[in-house]
């Protein structure tokens, strides 16, 4: 099992907090985009990251947003809607990745929730050769416009059965999105998956995506 460490990413010239853990072996790092008013240390995506290390792959969560923003964006709820800004940010703590020799030989994916969803497929439509998969949680994929059409990272949304406007938003992003792509809906789950086994399942969704399209030790030894 991995053990967390707490490191600090440098993005376009601001210093953010991150939680960064790699498996011996691991041949794929997650990493996570949270959205509004959400951080590295929410215990959803925690979760998640704990069970993907479990599968082998390595994760990294960092707070979006320095201290100051974050204190602006609790006022004006502007930045949190601002995707371009996300996707930029998302893209810079990407090349921080690639820029670290025990970081740039995995395969990195995205793990996206809320907007973070949205600036997790639009920074992989900037960077195809890059992000190799996308998982979102009960993300606004609707937010990534445009880019929709120009992701080539197989993507993968999983959204609650009774979050009836945000699956509806999901469903019409999935037509748009040309890359092998899937929908999965929890039955009887809301928009933050608080229902008994419900965040379980999109771990486990989440973890069987990202190991297919990044690689795992157990997969790869497994494989014909």
Do not use: C
């Amino acid at each position: 099992m991995a053990v967390e460490r707490e490191v600090e990413v440098l993005a376009g010239g601001m210093r953010l907090g991150g939680t960064l853990a790699v498996p011996d072996g691991a041949q794929g790092l997650v990493v996570f985009a949270h959205g509004s008013g959400s951080s590295r240390h929410s215990p959803r995506n925690r979760y998640v990251a704990y069970t993907l290390r479990m599968a082998g792959l390595g994760t990294l969560l960092f707070d979006l947003l320095t201290e100051d923003e974050e204190a602006e964006d609790e006022v004006t709820a502007a930045l949190r809607f601002d995707i371009d800004f996300l996707a930029r940010r998302l893209g810079e703590v990407t090349d921080w990745v690639f820029a670290h020799p025990e970081l740039s030989r995995l395969r990195v994916g995205y793990f996206g929730s809320s907007t973070g969803a949205a600036a997790a497929l639009v920074a992989a439509a900037d960077r195809p050769e890059a992000i190799a998969s996308v998982v979102s949680r009960g993300g606004r994929a609707d937010l990534a416009g445009a880019a929709l059409e120009r992701v080539l990272a197989p993507t993968l949304l999983i959204v609650g059965g009774a979050d009836d406007i945000v699956l509806e938003l999901n469903q019409r992003a999935l037509e748009r999105i040309r890359a092998p792509k899937a929908l999965e809906v929890i039955a009887g789950a809301t928009h933050l998956f608080p229902e008994r086994g419900a965040l379980e399942r999109v771990a486990e969704l989440a973890a069987g995506w990202f190991t297919r399209f990044l690689g795992s030790p157990l997969e790869l030894e497994t494989r014909p």
